[in-house]
């Protein structure tokens, strides 16, 4: 499960940093120099103009939306963060890789006939799937708001002729560019109203005596499911001598059957290419390829043959993942020692894409050591930090955890100011996750074992000291919270809600009636 509000905004992060690049063809009519006679053979649509026309997209995916509906709304969060550093990409002029993203949109949107309706879903949604392989930008946004069957008359409006004389500029402060601020109040706006809906829902015990029947009920006709997919899982672990087989794409347990039944025929009839798996855990994912712990990834949305060209790439992913350690070394030592780790909570990173991401961010400090020095003030060494490099696109900053998260298109001289100013707050939130990640341990099996739970799960976006007070809190009210929650499967998230099969989903801070 993802976190809240930032998608829609994070899609615009790089083209608002930068601006957009001007065309990329020019004619020359006369002498070299002159200027005023190049004719621009495209016009290039600026981050504002980029930002309009998808403002109707960002309000029908926004995850705020779908918050009755986790496992879309987890869908739609990720696919815009894909999208995001997709454009930051193509704005760029990048290296681009192909993708598919899937999008959740509400059934009042007229469907289109096309096949981009990859998945009909039976009462609220439907899930849209958009290809992504090209550089165009503004050929990009009308794919999404076509294959969404919204409007396009704002990109119809921005002239794609021929422009002559000198090349515009796209710099915040150009009039013909909306300022972002213009775009922000919208936003802020529609947090504003959800914080009120928050603020008014029901007390835990109100909410628990209005779902926990409509719980059972789906928890008890998910059983057979459940339980054959525990049998798949165990007889393909068997067979192949795989450690665990994982679900990690936010589907239901009948997805995950499907996936398995075919997996196991597919096994069954190549047995021999089966081999390479021996030992590890295959994870039933989004993406294709084999993380940085050498787990092999499934797309589960993908054919059977597709799957079969991934396991037999295996060895030549293998010899990407030995090298990751020499990588990380090699990071750590041009800044002071840090530790270069994984970011806690998170889903797997692919091995190929982590390594080109360590080596850019350690060629970036390479330079910038071969022109300036660390400020003075530093220790000798900076061992007692952990360091966590991301995708161009992910954010610079200090998770709950105390893990510095940096882009790996940060800038150097960025991100030791950023160290310089955050290195205390960095320190203490770290020694206070090694002291809570322990009592949050045994808080946990505690409610288990008290509450009597089928299970008890947390999202991603809830950190230990969350967990904790959570947990405390439950615990200090088991008298009336026994009766009810006994026999149920329990989700702590940042929201209300009844999962498909059964599971209940419960804010961290959940509030008690007072009598």
Known sequence: MASLHLAPRLILKGLNKRGSRGGNGSNYSGTSGCLNNIHFLSRTISSGEVFTALKPFFFAVHPDLFCQ????????ENSLKQLNAYIESATHEKPLRPINLTFYIRQNLKPIPSPVLVKEQASKFRAV????????????????LEKCNLSTSFMDSIPQTKLEGRR????????????WS??????????????????????????LEKNVKDARTKLDDCYPIREEVLRLKTEICKTLDLKDVLWECGW??????????SFHILATQ???????LKGRILIFGRENGVTMDGHVVLNSGEVRTNWLDVIKNVPGHDSVILRIPSVQRALSRSLKDIKVVHRKFQPNKLAENYVAQLRKLTTSLGDFR????????????LSNLELVVETDAGPLMVSPTGQIIVPSSCPPFLLVNFITDHMEEAKEKLDQYKRQKYEEIDLHKKCISVLGLVALDKADNVTPNLMIDCCSRLLSHTPSLVPVLRGTHLWITTYYSVLSEGELCIPWNWKMDIY
């Open 182 to 207: 213009a775009y922000q109040k919208d936003f802020e706006e529609v947090e504003r109203d959800l914080e009120v809906r928050r603020s008014t829902q029901d007390s835990l015990m109100t909410w």
């Open 168 to 179: 515009q500029s796209y710099h915040p402060t150009h009039p013909n560019m909306t300022s």
């Open 69 to 76: 509906f986790p496992k879309e709304r987890e869908v739609n």
């Open 252 to 261: 239901s347990a009948t997805h995950f059957r499907g996936c398995l039944e």
């Open 270 to 276: 190549h047995s021999e290419v089966m081999k390479v």
């Open 129 to 144: 799937n958009i290809d992504l392989g090209q550089r165009d930008v503004r050929r990009t946004v009308y794919s999404i």
């Open 370 to 381: 071969g022109r300036s020095n660390f400020p003075k003030h530093w220790p000798d060494e």
